[in-house]
C-alpha cells in the first residue's frame, strides 16, 4: 500500500504546473524572449512527447502480456484497450498539427535557424515506439549520411547522449511486440491442431489447401462477374484472366511462404495460416479476443502512419520541400517513412486474402472453439 502524503497535496503539486509552465523557452533564458509562434511549436512538440510516453508504456503492457506462455485469455480484453488508448494517443498528436499551420512560413522562418541542426529525427521516445513495434533495422530510411539511426542520437561532439542511452536501452529491452504477437500467432490451435502435434503440419497444410480452394472459386466467380458485366475485347479478358490468375498465384506464394529465407519458412507458413484462420472464424468464442487483437494491430498502426503523412503535409505546407533542419529530404524523407514503415506486414497482407464466408472452409470442429461445451 502506497505511504499518505506528509501534507495535503494540491494540484499544482500533484502536476508539477510551475516545473511543467518553465519548460517552454527553448534555448533562451525564459520564453519571454520568444515570439507566439515559437512557444506554440515547442509546446506542440512537447504535448508530442508526452504522448509518446503514454504510447511507450501501453506497448510495453501489451508486449509484456503477449510474452507470456500461455497468454492468459481474461487479459487480451486488456491488451485491447493499451492498444486502443495507442490509436487514440496518435489521432491526437496528429489533431495538433491543425494548431501548427496556422503559423505563416516567415513566422516560422524568424526562429527556424534556432533549430540547425537539430531534426525530430532526434526524438529518442519516436525511435523508441518503432523499436518497441519491432521496425527491422534494414527498413529504416537514413536521415542524412549516418551510417546508423544511432549515430544522429550522439551530441554533437560525437559523445553519447541521454537520447541515445534511452534508445540503446530499448534495444536491450526484448523482445519486441512484433515478435511477441508473432509467437503467439503462431501458437493459435488450426482446426484444433497446436504446433506441437505431431501431424500438425499435415493439419496446416490441409487448411491452406483448402483455403487456396476457396481463391481458386473466388477468382472463377470475379471473372464471370467481370466478364458477364463489361463489354470486354477478348485482349481485355485475356489481361484479366492474367490479373486474377497473377493474384492467385501470389497468394499460394504468400501461404507457402517463398518470399522469406528457407529457414524461416515453417514458422511463417503456420503464422500467415493462423493469421487467416483466426480472422476467417472470428465468431467464434475462443476467436473473437485474438480478432479484435488483429484489428487493434492495425488500428494502432494505420493511426501511426497516419501520423506521419499530416506531419508531412503540415511541414510541407508551412516550408515546402526545404532541406530539413537536421539535413534531411524534409517532406520527401517523412513521406517515404509513411509508406514504408510498416511492423506488422503479415497482418496487413492477410487483407488481400481474406474470403468471403461462403467460401472460406468449414472448421473441422467447431467444439473446440467454444460454441459447444459440455
Known sequence: MSERPSRPTSYWDYIRVEELLALQS????????????????????????????????????????????????????????SLKRVTL?????????????TMRTQDYLLFRDKLNPASGFQSAQMREIEILLGLPDGDRIPLGNEASYLEALKGHDGQPSPALARVQRRIADGPTLKAAVDAWLHRTPI????????????????????????????????????????????????RL???????????????DAEDVPAGQRDFVRRLRAAILFVDSNRTLPLLSWPGQIIDGLIECEQAMLAFRQRHARMVERVIGRRVGTGGSDGVAYLDQTALKYRVFT?????????????????????????????
Not at 511549436?41 to 511507450?56: A, G, N, S, T, Y
Not at 494517443?89 to 499551420?101: K, N, P, S, V
Not at 484472366?241 to 501461404?255: K, T
Request: charged share 25%.
Open 191 to 238: 482446426d484444433g491442431s497446436t504446433p506441437n502435434a505431431p501431424d500438425d503440419a499435415a493439419v496446416v497444410a490441409r487448411f491452406v489447401e483448402r483455403y487456396l480452394a476457396g481463391h481458386e472459386q473466388l477468382y472463377q466467380r470475379a471473372l464471370q462477374y467481370s466478364v458477364a458485366v463489361q463489354a470486354l475485347t477478348p485482349t481485355d479478358e485475356e
Open 346 to 374: 503479415e497482418i496487413w497482407a492477410a487483407r488481400t486474402l481474406l474470403l468471403p464466408p461462403d467460401l472460406c472452409p468449414p472448421v473441422a470442429d467447431r467444439s473446440y472453439y467454444g460454441l459447444q461445451r459440455g
Open 89 to 101: 494517443c496518435f489521432e491526437l498528436a496528429a489533431q495538433h498539427f491543425r494548431l501548427m499551420e
Open 26 to 81: 527553448g534555448i533562451a533564458a525564459h520564453d519571454g524572449e520568444l515570439t507566439d509562434d515559437e512557444v506554440r511549436f515547442i509546446v506542440v512538440h512537447q504535448i508530442d512527447e508526452l504522448w509518446f510516453k503514454v504510447v511507450l508504456r501501453e506497448l510495453a503492457t501489451a508486449r509484456n502480456l503477449f510474452a507470456r506462455n500461455p497468454v492468459p485469455e481474461d487479459a487480451l480484453a486488456g491488451a485491447v484497450q
Open 241 to 255: 484472366r492474367a490479373r486474377y490468375r497473377g493474384q492467385l498465384q501470389g497468394a499460394r506464394r504468400h501461404l
